[in-house]
């Protein structure tokens, strides 16, 4: 082994650490991630379970005391519910895996080449198209007005802020 070899194998074995431990901090991520899309599925089921177990209770209840009339319209509040009931879970799962997300990506991105974050923002812009057709002009509508409401209370603050530092 020549002189310039031995000079440079620390480096290249502190660079195989450092490549090891990205790897297992990437792994460690892959399966914290895993875990909790497991726990989150069944609190999900669980939630959903006692749910349907309470609404079938109510009901039993209600429909002893209806009328007809009654009953058709006690049917329609109960879709609404259970539409918007569904629309909050995938929400709140939306948001649970955009952190998933994050995280993983970036580990990855700093493990990646221009060339290769080039060709992840493609396909991660194609999936937003796609998702973005999906939705329904309603849930469009609402997310865009929360959207709303977030930017204005953001505003809010920021003024405050501003007050506070002119001070």
């Known amino acids: ?23 297992r901090r990437a792994k460690e991520v892959e399966a914290d991630r895993e875990r909790n899309r497991l726990s989150h599925q069944a609190q999900r089921l669980l939630r959903t379970q006692v749910a349907r177990a309470h609404e079938r209770e109510q009901q039993v209840a209600r429909r002893s005391q209806q009328t007809e009339a009654e ?3 006690s049917r329609e509040r109960d879709t609404e519910a259970r539409s918007l009931c ?61 959207v709303r409401e977030r930017h204005e209370a953001r505003r ?3 003024v405050v802020y501003r007050q506070i530092f002119e001070m």
Do not use: C, I, Y
């Not at 082994?1 to 790897?23: G, I, T, W």
């Not at 060339?115 to 865009?144: G, P």
């Open 156 to 158: 809010a603050q920021h």
């Open 86 to 146: 569904r629309f909050q879970q995938t929400e709140d799962e939306l948001k649970e895996e955009r952190k998933a997300n994050a995280v993983v990506q970036a580990t990855r991105r700093s493990q990646q080449t221009g060339d290769e974050r080039d060709v992840e923002w493609d396909t991660d812009r194609e999936l937003h198209t796609n998702a973005r057709e999906q939705q329904s002009d309603e849930n469009r509508d609402a997310q865009r007005e929360r």
């Open 1 to 23: 082994m020549s002189f310039s070899q031995r000079e440079r194998a620390p480096q290249r074995n502190a660079e195989r650490q450092r490549l090891r431990r990205a790897q």
């Open 71 to 73: 009953r058709a319209a």
